[in-house]
């Protein structure tokens, strides 16, 4: 699986520098600040389609094919995305983007989980850890980049590198399922309907949602908040890198603590440390305390990451694994579009504070209605109490009605 973890690395290392140089891009073609939601917002709808449309043709043998097609789409998102000059063009190029990160990680989260055994939690955090690698050292070396040419030069130079990733994937052995079109029944097609009908599947995404739309507020926030407070180009950057840095020291060890002590606990509970961080950001007028608490928010996410994913693969069947992966990527591709949509202008409009707190209730209501969803709930026949949602049989897929 050492492939699955270059293409993570290397994909993501071109996706952090977006965000990284959000605003130098702002500055050099003028964009208004508003405008830079739009950039941000664009890749989560183009992920948000491509996993409700395409995640499930993983779970029906073309997980090499999907994960191969993902590649080449992202590498040209990357070099279109440098060789861009107006808004209508970062937006496509960044759709392009995110399309084809939506693309990759369900047939790569697939594989990891057929392949995992008793040790989900911990392989899912060394596919996170590869993940945030590209995070971590992405945003340095496209802020170096910069120094040294134009802020044009790391997307392309990243693009090409994403291509050559290629290389590497058509040598994976990618654990396909038996699935035949002509036995399918019309229940089976309607997976995605399945799914969302089973309450802990809807709870598992709800940390996944809260996660997500954290995310898309700070893609067009971050870099812009930094720079209103005077921090250069090379300090946004390396301020990514000190987020990202705990959070890949610890991820294997993270992911650990989903297989010990359950994955829905240590997400929902970790998820909750970082609702006052995000609320605080826009309050804090320093920026070496900024650098502080990023710390224990990128550590309490590289806990929160694999744990949602490993909750979402508990509560989902095995033959809909990919099918329920991608179905939570779309739900946290929707959360981040719609927090990315309204960071902006929310900052624009109201200012930093105001724009980081109500993040930080958004994120404070997801969670507290995924524990709501993840109670027992009462039967309407027999008057007994079904079992708690978060301890059924893992990868039931019998729906909890209410």
Same mark, same amino acid.
């Given at each position: 699986?050492?492939?699955?973890?270059i293409?993570?690395?290397?994909t993501?290392?071109?996706?952090?520098s977006?965000?990284?140089?959000l605003?130098?891009?702002?500055?050099?073609?003028?964009?208004p600040t508003?405008?830079?939601?739009w950039?941000?917002?664009?890749?989560?709808?183009?992920?948000l389609?491509?996993?409700l449309?395409?995640?499930r043709?993983?779970?029906?043998?073309?997980?090499?094919?999907?994960?191969?097609?993902?590649?080449?789409?992202?590498a040209?998102?990357?070099?279109?995305?440098?060789?861009?000059?107006?808004?209508w063009?970062?937006?496509?190029a960044?759709?392009?983007?995110?399309a084809?990160v939506g693309m990759?990680?369900p047939?790569?989260?697939r594989?990891?989980?057929?392949?995992?055994?008793?040790?989900q939690?911990?392989?899912l955090?060394?596919?996170?850890?590869?993940y945030l690698a590209?995070f971590?050292f992405?945003p340095?070396?496209?802020?170096?980049l910069?120094?040294?040419?134009d802020?044009?030069?790391p997307?392309? %130079?990243?693009?090409? #590198?994403? $291509? +050559?990733?290629l290389?590497?994937?058509? &040598?994976? @052995?990618?654990?396909? =399922?038996?699935?035949?079109?002509t036995?399918?029944s019309?229940?089976e097609?309607?997976?995605?309907?399945?799914?969302?009908?089973?309450r802990?599947?809807?709870a598992?995404?709800?940390v996944?949602?809260?996660f997500r739309y954290?995310?898309g507020v700070?893609?067009?926030?971050?870099a812009?908040h930094l720079?209103?407070l005077?921090?250069?180009?090379?300090?946004?950057t390396?301020?990514?890198?000190?987020?990202?840095l705990?959070?890949?020291i %610890?991820?294997r060890? #993270?992911? $650990? +603590?989903?297989d010990?002590?359950?994955? &829905?606990? @240590?997400?929902?509970? =970790?998820?909750?440390?970082?609702?006052p961080?995000?609320?605080?950001?826009?309050?804090?007028?320093s920026?070496?305390?900024?650098m502080?608490?990023?710390?224990?928010?990128?550590?309490?996410?590289?806990?929160?990451?694999?744990?949602?994913?490993?909750?979402?693969?508990?509560?989902?069947?095995?033959?809909?694994?990919?099918?329920a992966?991608?179905?939570?990527?779309?739900?946290?591709?929707?959360?981040?579009?719609?927090g990315?949509?309204?960071?902006?202008p929310?900052f624009?409009? +109201?200012?930093?504070?105001?724009a980081w707190?109500?993040?930080?209730?958004?994120?404070a209501g997801?969670?507290?209605l995924?524990?709501?969803?993840d109670?027992?709930v009462?039967?309407?026949?027999?008057?007994?109490a079904?079992?708690?949602?978060g301890t059924?049989?893992p990868?039931?897929?019998?729906?909890?009605?209410?």
């Amino acid at each position: 699986m050492k492939g699955l973890y270059i293409v993570a690395a290397v994909t993501m290392a071109g996706v952090s520098s977006v965000f990284a140089l959000l605003a130098e891009i702002e500055q050099r073609y003028a964009l208004p600040t508003a405008s830079l939601g739009w950039i941000a917002g664009s890749a989560f709808v183009a992920a948000l389609i491509t996993q409700l449309s395409l995640s499930r043709y993983a779970d029906r043998g073309y997980a090499a094919a999907l994960l191969q097609a993902g590649i080449v789409v992202a590498a040209v998102g990357l070099i279109w995305f440098g060789l861009a000059t107006e808004l209508w063009q970062f937006v496509a190029a960044r759709s392009l983007l995110g399309a084809g990160v939506g693309m990759i990680i369900p047939p790569a989260r697939r594989a990891i989980i057929l392949s995992a055994g008793e040790n989900q939690g911990e392989k899912l955090g060394v596919f996170y850890a590869a993940y945030l690698a590209g995070f971590v050292f992405g945003p340095p070396v496209a802020g170096a980049l910069t120094i040294l040419a134009d802020v044009r030069l790391p997307f392309i %130079v990243l693009g090409v #590198a994403v $291509a +050559l990733t290629l290389f590497s994937a058509v &040598r994976l @052995t990618i654990p396909e =399922s038996e699935w035949d079109p002509t036995t399918v029944s019309a229940g089976e097609r309607r997976v995605l309907r399945r799914l969302l009908g089973n309450r802990r599947i809807v709870a598992a995404m709800l940390v996944i949602v809260s996660f997500r739309y954290s995310i898309g507020v700070f893609e067009p926030l971050w870099a812009t908040h930094l720079d209103d407070l005077g921090a250069s180009t090379l300090l946004i950057t390396l301020s990514l890198t000190g987020f990202a840095l705990p959070m890949l020291i %610890v991820a294997r060890q #993270a992911g $650990a +603590l989903s297989d010990r002590y359950g994955p &829905r606990i @240590t997400s929902v509970i =970790s998820a909750a440390i970082t609702v006052p961080l995000m609320a605080g950001y826009g309050y804090v007028a320093s920026i070496p305390l900024i650098m502080i608490m990023v710390i224990p928010h990128g550590l309490m996410e590289a806990i929160q990451s694999p744990g949602t994913q490993a909750a979402l693969a508990d509560a989902a069947p095995t033959d809909d694994s990919a099918a329920a992966q991608g179905l939570g990527e779309a739900a946290g591709s929707a959360a981040a579009g719609i927090g990315a949509f309204t960071a902006a202008p929310l900052f624009a409009v +109201l200012g930093a504070g105001p724009a980081w707190l109500i993040a930080g209730l958004v994120m404070a209501g997801l969670l507290t209605l995924s524990t709501i969803l993840d109670r027992p709930v009462i039967r309407s026949t027999g008057g007994t109490a079904s079992s708690t949602p978060g301890t059924a049989t893992p990868n039931s897929n019998t729906p909890v009605q209410a």
